[in-house]
Structures are given as structure tokens and as C-alpha cells.
């Protein structure tokens, strides 16, 4: 075995690391072999890293329950330490459904998810955590009862678990695909199908780190339905159905597979020239309005602890409705 490491004061630490043959004789799991190689991290860590696809090789598929061959370069990134403590902080949720076990909020464009470099307060957990004191420890340290993501520019319906045993189940429950997920948004132009299914690897961009990117190598499957809503002259209303749940899943799989970037989306966007057939007032605000119009509308499931099914949905913001208005 052999480690290498870079960093820059305030970046993401990199690290490197080669399997030999005598790793592979010694150890037969990769997070095994991770968590001895790196003492720095606990299992729990090096599977988070691996989740948020931070744990990677450019020449093999890494899978957590087996060691690689030997001669694999394994790259880690690590982000910079955040603060041990969160604290709960007042900030306003729209709480769509509540019991002693989970609880269901409609999270607002804007409002990081759990604390990270970069966003060390005013996230959704130091929310949750004032209004739910005793959440600490509910599947894990630095992300309390959170079960799933939304990215900071998506809004929508989300689940959070409010103890340890409701957190596994629906850990589960999102594992296997047991979930009904709906999404829509706006894209420029239109699509050819007015239905399909989109199906992709997807994995960090090569060239670009804050970036995903579609049928990259060693990529993982990534597969969402969508229907069209409506056609309007510049703008499609998409209704998409995620069937797995990968990082901007949804916003590379509009921007690179059907090749229609979904509106204002910063990241993989076209930028804002088409607006100027817009009315003018809306252009103005599409131009100032700083996140992607994607909204998670619809969330079903089996609920782990009352095996009651569940089903929550919301509105998209005024922006977003204001949008499908003026066409």
C-alpha cells in the first residue's frame, strides 16, 4: 500500500492510494482495507465518501464489499473539516406532515440541505435540529435524520427521519427503489418524444469536480422517465420520475442526454440569451433568480414503523408558476 496526499489550506484534501498484492492477501473488503489504511476515518466516513462518490479509480468499478486488483489507484477527496457541534438554529420550515417518527417538509430554493464546507450554518439540519432538539445522533454526526438530498437550487417535498429506527427503514426503503418520486421543470425548447426514458451512467465530470456528467467511465446507472406537461414556444413543462437517485441526476440527464438544459440552471445551463424573448419584467427576474427551476413536487412511501403509505406533494415556487403563466 501506498498513500500520497495533497492539499491547499481551505480545499479538499486529496489522497491516493495503491493496492498492492499483499493488501489484497490481508484484507478481502475495500472499506475494510480503507478504514485500516486512512485511521483518520471511521467506516461510516469512508462509506459517506464512497455514497457522495468522493472514493474513486480511473481503471477499475470500485464496490466497498471487495478489494480491487492490485496496482488500482484509489483517489479520496476529502472535503475540509466542519464544525463537530451544529447548532439548532430558528429558521422557518413549511412542515407538510409530522408524527413521533419522521417528518415531511417542502425545502425552499436556497436552503443548503446539511452543513458543509462552505455552508456551515443555516441549513436545513440546524433547522430541524430547533425544532427537533432530540434529532442529534439519528443516522449520524454531521447529518442528522437526513435520509435524502435535494440539491441547494432545488426546492420541494423531502422526508427526515426523527429516529434511529424510522432513518434505517427509509434508508431502505431509498436503497431499493421503493420510493415514488416526482420532479418537474422547465427546459428550453422541446424534446423530441413527448415521453421516454432516459438511461445513463452517471459520475463526476472529468475535467470538472463540481460538475456531473453522463456515460463517463466508471460511472453509475442513472435512469428517469419524464412526459411533457406542455409545449410552449421556447419552454417545455416536464414532468420526470427518478427510478435511481444520482447527484444533478436530473439536470445533466436534461442538459447532456435530451440536450435541453433545464431554465436558469447555473451549472449546466445555456446562460440567459434566449430570455430576450421573454416578457420583459419575467426575463428580468429569471436573469436575478440564481437556481435552477426544478422542483421535487411528489414523495410516496410506505411509512418503516406504521406501514401506513403515505403520499405528500407540493407546489413549485411563484417564479416557477410565474414562468408557465407568461408563455
Known amino acids: 500500500m501506498t498513500v500520497e496526499n495533497s492539499a491547499d489550506a481551505d480545499t479538499d484534501v486529496e489522497l491516493e492510494i495503491t493496492v498492492s498484492e499483499s493488501d489484497r492477501s490481508e484484507w478481502k473488503r475495500l472499506d475494510q482495507f480503507l478504514t485500516k489504511s486512512l485511521t483518520q476515518f471511521s467506516r461510516s466516513t469512508i462509506k459517506r465518501l464512497f455514497d457522495d462518490e468522493q472514493i474513486s ?11 480491487p486488483p492490485a496496482g488500482t ?16 438554529e430558528n429558521i422557518p420550515l413549511e412542515i407538510l406532515f409530522e408524527d413521533p417518527h419522521l417528518i415531511i417538509i417542502n425545502k425552499p430554493a436556497g436552503l443548503v440541505v446539511h452543513p458543509a464546507p462552505g455552508h456551515y450554518n443555516g441549513t436545513l439540519v440546524n433547522a430541524i435540529l430547533y425544532h427537533c432538539p432530540d434529532l442529534k445522533g439519528v443516522g449520524g454526526e454531521k447529518r442528522p435524520g ?11 417535498v423531502m422526508v427526515v427521519a426523527k429516529d434511529q429506527k424510522t432513518h434505517e427503514g427509509l434508508v431502505g426503503l431509498f436503497s431499493t427503489h421503493d420510493i415514488d418520486r416526482k420532479y418537474e421543470t422547465i427546459i428550453w425548447g422541446a424534446p423530441k418524444s413527448l415521453s421516454g426514458t432516459i438511461q445513463s451512467t452517471l459520475g463526476r465530470h472529468p475535467t470538472n469536480r463540481f460538475k456531473m456528467a453522463a456515460n463517463v467511465k466508471l460511472g453509475k446507472r442513472a435512469v428517469t422517465h419524464y412526459k411533457v406537461i406542455k409545449q410552449f414556444e421556447l419552454v417545455t413543462h416536464l414532468e420526470l420520475r427518478l ?9 445533466v ?3 447532456q ?10 451549472l449546466y445551463g445555456n446562460g440567459d440569451s434566449g430570455l430576450k424573448k421573454f416578457d420583459e419584467k419575467l426575463a428580468q427576474k429569471l436573469k436575478e433568480y440564481p437556481y435552477q427551476l426544478l422542483h421535487a413536487k411528489e414523495l410516496g412511501f410506505v411509512h418503516p414503523i406504521t406501514g ?15 414562468t408557465l403563466a407568461l408563455q
Not at 479509480?57 to 478489494?67: A, D, G, I, R, Y
Not at 435524502?148 to 432545488?154: A, I, S
Open 257 to 266: 442526454i435530451l440536450q435541453h438544459a433545464i431554465l436558469c440552471d447555473p
Open 146 to 156: 437526513i435520509v435524502h438530498r435535494l440539491d441547494m437550487g432545488t426546492s420541494g
Open 243 to 251: 427510478e435511481t437517485g444520482r447527484t444533478h441526476q436530473i439536470r
Open 308 to 322: 401506513e403509505k403515505l403520499f405528500f406533494s407540493a407546489p413549485p415556487p411563484a417564479i416557477f408558476l410565474e
Open 57 to 67: 479509480s480511473e481503471t477499475v468499478s470500485l464496490s466497498l464489499n471487495k478489494m
Open 253 to 255: 440527464h436534461c442538459a
Open 73 to 88: 489507484i484509489i483517489s479520496i477527496e476529502v472535503p475540509p473539516p466542519i464544525p463537530t457541534e451544529i447548532q439548532p
